[in-house]
Structure formats: structure tokens, C-alpha cells
């Protein structure tokens, strides 16, 4: 079974600062760490490499100090690493990301043998936007499973997999064929301490660094900012709120007394709502 895990190194998200003129995020000078959401797709990954064999690539795209991150995630356990590193993927939108990292694990499809699961995170801390999943997915051809919870079942031999889903009102249990994409949701599990032996192998290991044309990128008009239509308009920080908190004294009230004087006190400050809530009770 061969497992990849897309990783990205992302900045210490309470360090971040934004460059007034391009409106990109400055990374120069801020710390790095692996995106929290990618180590519980590492940890799945993982789990699942213990129990039915196989190995685990590593990806991500990024600068040359990426593969620090790539060396950590070795440490955790990941048999390999692979660094796609090359200044035309500089400024990749989620779309120009997908198109990279997809070619790439084409690539490592034709290396190590075609993976049967490709593992992300739900999103990153920096971009929030949960498209580099799907957007792979997509490029790739694969069944696309996300905001995994749990991977209730994998059967080899029938080339199947079923999982539980965390969707609105509730879960989701899908059952689908291999290869896939999942992305994993946060607090499904936590990330192992990596053991001494891993560790020194981490530290010894080499990193596959791969350029453009080493993945086997021919158009680079699809890549870095070339290959990315989205503009950042805006970037700014919330206007703190003037308003202050509402004390309401509860001191010896009931239960039906706190919630009177509640609804007493919403009604006071927004009477708009009056009406909306008795059109709702009336339709009970």
C-alpha cells in the first residue's frame, strides 16, 4: 500500500505579518511550522502504514528550508520526502498549487508505484481556504472524501474504503473505491511521538528535491503567479468593537427569572427581533 501525504510549511500563525503593498504573506523572518491540520493526516496515515504495510511519501511544495518540515514529518515515521522547490511556483493561488502538486504526485505515482490514498488536511492556517484537496482530487481523477472523522474500513483485495464523514446535522458514512483523496478533519487523532530510530533516519535521510521540469511541468504559465487568477484585493485586521459587554445581575433569580430577564434585555436592545420570533412560534 502506498500512501502520499501532501504537507505544507506554513508560518507561525501568531507571527504572521502582511506586506503592505503586494498584500501577500511576508515570510521572511517568521517562524515555520508544519500545518497543524496536515500532522492528523500524517498521524492517519500513519495508522493506517502500521496496520496493513506499505509506505508513506511525503510531499509538499515550498522554499529550500521546507525541508526542514519534511525532515520532522520523517521523524514521525514517513518513509520519504519529497521537496518540490523552484521560484516558478513563487506566489501560487490554490488553483496553480493544485496543478504543481498533482503533476508532482503523477510523478511519484511513476517512482514509487501509484499511490492508493493521498492524505491532506482540511485546510491550512494561512489560506483558509480548503481547495488544494479537492483541487487534486479533480486534477487526478480521484474519488475526493472530505472532512474525514474516521476510516472505518479498508479492504484491499475489493479495493475499497469506507469512512465517516462530519457534515452539517450530523455523519456521513461513505463507502468508495481506491485510489482517493481524503482530507482530514482536526481532533481526529494526535500526532505520535516519533521514536529515536526514526529520528536519526530522518536526520541521515535525503530529501528528493524536484524542480519544475524534474516534476514533469511543461506549461509554466500554470504555475507561481502566471498560473494564478486570484487577486488579493484587501488585506486587513477586524475593527475592534467599541460596544461593550451587557452585564445582567442574576443574583438570587431562578432559572425562568434569568431567562425573562434575558429575553426582557434582547428585545430592549434589538426590538427588531420581536417579530421574527413570534412568526416562529406561531408556526409550531
Keep these: 500500500m502506498h500512501i502520499v501525504v501532501c504537507m505544507k510549511q506554513v508560518p507561525d500563525s501568531g507571527q504572521i505579518r502582511v506586506h503592505p503593498v503586494t498584500n501577500t504573506i511576508m515570510r521572511q523572518g517568521v517562524p515555520t511550522i508544519i500545518n497543524p491540520y496536515d500532522l492528523f493526516a500524517l498521524e492517519q496515515a500513519l495508522q493506517l502504514r502500521d496496520k496493513l504495510g506499505g509506505t508513506i511519501t511525503m510531499l509538499t511544495m515550498g522554499p529550500q528550508m521546507a525541508e526542514d518540515s519534511l525532515r520532522k514529518a520523517m521523524a514521525f515515521g514517513a518513509d520519504r520526502a519529497v521537496l518540490l522547490t523552484d521560484r516558478f511556483f513563487a506566489g501560487s493561488d490554490t488553483l496553480a498549487t493544485s496543478f504543481a502538486l498533482a503533476t508532482a504526485i503523477r510523478k511519484v505515482g511513476d517512482t514509487w508505484g501509484k499511490p492508493d490514498i493521498v492524505f491532506t488536511g482540511k485546510q491550512t492556517i494561512d489560506g483558509d481556504t480548503a481547495q488544494v484537496g479537492p483541487g487534486i482530487a479533480k486534477r487526478l481523477d480521484l474519488h475526493q472524501l472530505t472532512y474525514v472523522a474516521k476510516i472505518a474500513e479498508i479492504d484491499l483485495a475489493g479495493r475499497s474504503i469506507t469512512v465517516e464523514r462530519r457534515a452539517e446535522g450530523g455523519v456521513q ?78 443574583t438570587g433569580l431562578g432559572t425562568d427569572q434569568i431567562a425573562q430577564a434575558l429575553m426582557t434585555e434582547v428585545l430592549t436592545r434589538v426590538p427588531a427581533i420581536e417579530g421574527d420570533l413570534q412568526r416562529a412560534a406561531a408556526s409550531y
Design 173 to 250: 458514512v461513505l463507502r468508495t473505491q481506491l485510489p482517493c483523496l481524503i482530507t482530514m478533519l482536526e481532533g481526529t487523532n494526535s500526532i505520535r511521538r516519533g521514536s529515536m530510530a526514526d529520528t536519526l533516519r530522518a536526520a541521515r535521510a535525503e530529501v528528493v528535491k524536484w524542480s519544475a521540469a524534474d516534476a514533469g511541468i511543461e506549461d509554466l504559465t500554470k504555475c507561481g503567479l502566471r498560473g494564478s487568477p486570484t487577486v488579493v484585493k484587501r488585506v486587513f485586521a477586524p475593527t475592534a468593537r467599541e460596544e461593550k459587554a451587557h452585564l445582567i445581575d442574576t
